[in-house]
């Protein structure tokens, strides 16, 4: 039935100018906005709504993932732009906050609106 339509996601944010400089910004993604929604557009083609919500109450899971060529430098870019990665594993995330439990390496970091986002490294 959905086969082929170009479904998308999205998820909340309490302040909707503070995501576009965030992701914008920060994160350096293309944006578009209407009707007080924003659009990231991802590498690939695809994309994610942001949309606002007064009583907004982060996930308390990873809503968004982007995968990188080198975590160690993608950590190393997040903080210097004053990112700060979380710890969520303090016995397996290294200094940096680079998660080295087995699987991908992988740390985590919030948007403006409390939402958990990461960056991995993907597999060679």
């Given at each position: 039935m959905f086969k082929d339509t170009k479904a998308f996601s999205g998820f909340a944010v309490d302040d909707v100018p503070k995501a576009k400089e965030f992701y914008g910004q920060t994160l350096g993604?293309?944006?578009?906005?209407?009707?007080?929604?924003?659009?990231l557009h991802l590498a690939g083609g695809g994309s994610v709504v942001v949309y606002p919500k007064n009583d907004h109450i982060p996930a308390t899971f990873t809503v968004l993932n982007f995968p990188v060529?080198?975590?160690?430098?993608?950590?190393?870019?997040?903080?210097?732009?004053?990112?700060?990665?979380?710890?969520?594993?303090?016995?397996k995330q290294d200094a940096k906050?680079?998660?080295?439990?087995?699987?991908?390496?992988?740390?985590?970091f919030k948007d403006p609106a409390g939402n958990i986002l990461s960056v991995l490294e993907e597999a060679e």
């Amino acid at each position: 039935m959905f086969k082929d339509t170009k479904a998308f996601s999205g998820f909340a944010v309490d302040d909707v100018p503070k995501a576009k400089e965030f992701y914008g910004q920060t994160l350096g993604l293309d944006i578009t906005e209407s009707f007080g929604l924003l659009r990231l557009h991802l590498a690939g083609g695809g994309s994610v709504v942001v949309y606002p919500k007064n009583d907004h109450i982060p996930a308390t899971f990873t809503v968004l993932n982007f995968p990188v060529a080198n975590i160690e430098q993608a950590v190393d870019d997040l903080t210097a732009r004053g990112v700060h990665i979380e710890i969520y594993f303090a016995d397996k995330q290294d200094a940096k906050g680079i998660f080295r439990g087995g699987g991908p390496l992988i740390a985590w970091f919030k948007d403006p609106a409390g939402n958990i986002l990461s960056v991995l490294e993907e597999a060679e």
